[in-house]
């Protein structure tokens, strides 16, 4: 069974610029939650989603950032218009189910630099 | 928003040693959990706590649960080379669906 897999791993813009990164839940995982990590800090929520729907984005910035998992494919964080402070690693997390965060399966992350 | 505060930052240990790490919190935690991360890896999950006073080991760490359920401690006894990376707690509050990290702790093993 394949971890949660995301792409690209490694991501380079120009500020203003949009950046949009991939999430493949494990299989059979069907609520997805976005981290974002700045140097030195740890991780910090963004969105939970479930199949097609936002459950909380209350982690998510009022502007330039939006999530969504459509029925079929994989989750998408688009950031439009790109700025320096946006740097960072993106990490998201697959479960089977909601709750328990032991059940959280973390993927290997997006490193977003903007120049 | 929910803080957690974790010590040290730093960790510069000999191979062999014994290492202690802990983690505070201004909320009462549901749930504890410690993580370890590798250079350019997502967080693995190495512990979960559910109760207060709750003492769990796995392998050579072991992790507690604060009594007031506004800490939490993890200890790693006789360190080796693959134990260095980043050590993270992290916390779920009572009906909420998010994880929240503390800034971790780096640890080095000194050759």
């Known amino acids: 069974n394949a971890g949660v897999m995301q792409n690209p791993r490694h991501l380079v813009r120009r500020r203003g610029q949009e950046a949009r990164l991939r999430c493949s839940p494990m299989?059979?995982?069907?609520?997805v939650y976005w981290y974002r990590q700045l140097p030195e800090e740890g991780l910090k929520f963004m969105v939970y989603?479930?199949?097609?729907?936002?459950?909380?984005e209350s982690g998510m910035p009022k502007e330039r950032f939006s999530a969504e998992f459509p029925k079929e494919g994989p989750s998408i964080l688009r950031i439009q218009q790109v700025v320096r402070g946006d740097s960072a690693a993106y990490f998201c997390?697959?479960?089977?189910?909601?709750?328990?965060?032991?059940?959280?399966?973390f993927g290997p992350g997006t490193r977003l630099l903007v120049l | 928003g929910q803080q957690l505060n974790q010590s040290p930052q730093s960790m510069f240990i000999q191979e062999g040693e014994d290492v202690s790490m802990n983690c505070t919190s201004s909320?009462?935690?549901?749930?504890w959990l410690w993580y370890k991360q590798d250079p350019g890896e997502g967080p693995v999950l190495l512990i979960a706590?559910?109760?207060?006073?709750e003492l769990t080991s796995n392998g050579r760490l072991t992790a507690q649960f604060g009594i007031t359920r506004k800490d939490s401690f993890l200890n790693i006894s006789a360190s080796i080379p693959s134990d260095v990376g980043i050590y993270f707690c992290?916390?779920?509050?009572?009906?909420?669906?998010?994880?929240?990290f503390g800034k971790g702790t780096r640890l080095h093993i000194l050759p």
């Open positions: 299989k059979g995982h069907s609520h």
């Open positions: 997390a697959s479960s089977p189910v909601r709750g328990g965060p032991e059940t959280q399966y």
């Open positions: 992290a916390g779920q509050l009572e009906g909420d669906d998010k994880i929240i």
């Open positions: 706590l559910y109760k207060a006073g």
């Open positions: 989603l479930q199949k097609e729907n936002i459950i909380d």
């Open positions: 909320s009462i935690f549901n749930t």
